[in-house]
């Protein structure tokens, strides 16, 4: 397993959609593998897509469980490939991050409850409910793979789009 470079905007790439995977191989699992290591390699890391490491593929991945606003019932490391949302529900605002905008936060609109399927990281059919937090999380890193950021979504870069607060000697 490697750690991968994590692209930044406004490299072009992140504003590209992805191309669906057509079957989970050995290369589709060492980039899922990269992409957990680069993924728990960043302080505070929630999640990451593979078109911020510039592989435009449908895959993402997700582990809120060590974060402060993790609901106490979460589901750990998700691997995600070809995720859609099948179900939403509620409306949430939540201040949230990127590593491929590393100074910014902003207060993004979102729904509250989601069901997702996909196939999980060895091909298998996968479908869920998630709430809270986590359902954000995986919110994040689909629109990733359609070329969306968050600052596409927040209503004012005036008021919603704040510059990150960094903690000197604190790491990534």
Do not use: W
């Not at 490299?11 to 728990?40: C, F, G, H, Q, W």
């Not at 979102?110 to 399927?117: G, L, T």
Request: glycine content about 8%; hydrophobic content about 35%.
């Amino acid at each position: 397993m490697s750690i991968l470079t994590v692209l930044t905007y406004p490299d072009s790439a992140l504003r590209k959609k992805s191309k669906p995977i057509v079957k989970v191989n050995a290369k589709v699992e060492k980039l899922i593998n990269d992409m957990i290591e680069t993924m728990y390699s960043f302080r505070g890391c929630v999640g990451i897509s593979a078109p911020q490491t510039g592989r435009l593929q449908r895959i993402i991945v997700v582990d809120v469980s060590k974060h402060k606003k993790a609901p106490p019932r979460n589901s750990g490391l998700i691997v995600i490939v070809n995720p859609v949302l099948i179900h939403r529900e509620g409306r949430t605002i939540s201040r949230e991050g990127c590593l491929s905008l590393p100074d910014y936060i902003g207060n993004v609109r979102r729904v509250e409850k989601i069901k997702v399927k996909g196939k999980d990281r060895y091909g298998k059919r996968l479908e869920f409910f998630t709430t809270g937090f986590e359902s954000i999380a995986i919110q994040h890193e689909i629109e990733h793979l359609n070329g969306v950021l968050f600052i596409d979504r927040i209503s004012s870069l005036k008021t919603d789009l704040l510059m990150r607060k960094r903690m000197p000697g604190k790491g990534k």
